[in-house]
């Protein structure tokens, strides 16, 4: 079974930190591209930034570039979002996402995490 955790999110000021955390299992995740997408209140749901299976590209939005980090630890089953310079339209629910392949019957299946808030305010 698929299972995409979140952690990481909090309070924080503007101009403030904070990292999540995707942990992953029930694929082989090092052979997936991963995403994190946001969700504000009231507003539909925002792409933020996305990692190749081997980690060495990268995919950011306009509105983050600059100032968020994605990573990922295969070795860890882990995708990371590293968030700096936080301004208060970054607040959200955060979530992880991975397209899974289940073969030629089943074909891809999109997973997503239970996401976890980030609140930028001071």
């Known amino acids: 079974e698929v299972q995409l955790v979140e952690s990481g999110g909090g309070l924080v000021q503007p101009g403030g930190s904070l990292r999540l955390s995707c942990a992953a299992s029930?694929?082989?995740?090092?052979?997936?591209?991963m995403s994190w997408v946001r969700q504000a209140p009231g507003k539909g749901p925002e792409w933020v930034s996305a990692?190749?299976?081997?980690?060495?590209?990268?995919y950011y939005a306009d509105s983050v570039k600059g100032r968020f980090t994605i990573s990922r630890d295969n070795a860890k089953n882990t995708v990371y979002l590293q968030m700096n310079s936080l301004k208060p339209e970054d607040t959200a629910f955060y979530y992880c996402?991975?397209?899974?392949?289940?073969?030629?019957?089943?074909?891809?299946?999109?997973?997503w995490g239970q996401g976890t808030q980030v609140t930028v305010s001071s």
């Open positions: 996402n991975a397209k899974v392949y289940h073969g030629a019957t089943m074909g891809w299946r999109d997973y």
């Open positions: 990692i190749n299976s081997g980690g060495g590209s990268t």
């Open positions: 029930g694929f082989t995740f090092g052979s997936y591209d």
